[in-house]
């Protein structure tokens, strides 16, 4: 089980801090990532780590701006947002899947867990 908390309505500019906590097993072996889906538009993929050490990747628009960071200890990973913009509003997504090959990790498909969203609403 997945649990994404830490949205909110924020101004242009400002920052938040995402998190996603897990339940029910370990997930410092699987593939975690952060997508968000805007009103009337399909789900997109902001960011992903395939495990501690390994690469993370960004979408091109929040690269920068935005830290993907996890802690295997706690069975949590977070996303970092600075310098938020009104096009970042959305509900964001935590996932993750055990077998994501790394062709694969942009693609919502390939997860076998989701959280239940957390509203980011950035105002101009």
């Known amino acids: 089980q997945l649990q994404a908390s830490g949205g909110g309505l924020v101004q242009a500019g400002g920052s938040l801090r995402l998190s996603c906590a897990a339940s029910?097993?370990?997930?410092?072996?699987?593939?975690m990532g952060w997508f968000r889906q805007a009103p009337g538009k399909e789900r997109e993929f902001v960011a992903a780590n395939r495990r501690s050490g390994t690469s993370t990747y960004y979408r091109d628009s929040v690269k920068g701006r935005f830290t993907f960071s996890r802690d295997n200890a706690k069975n949590t990973v977070y996303l970092q947002m600075n310098s938020l913009k009104p096009e970042d509003t959305a509900v964001y997504y935590c996932a993750a899947g055990e077998r994501i090959i790394q062709s694969s990790i942009r693609s919502a498909q390939a997860y076998d867990y989701w959280g239940q969203g957390t509203l980011v609403t950035v105002s101009s």
């Open positions: 029910g097993r370990s997930f410092s072996t699987y593939t």
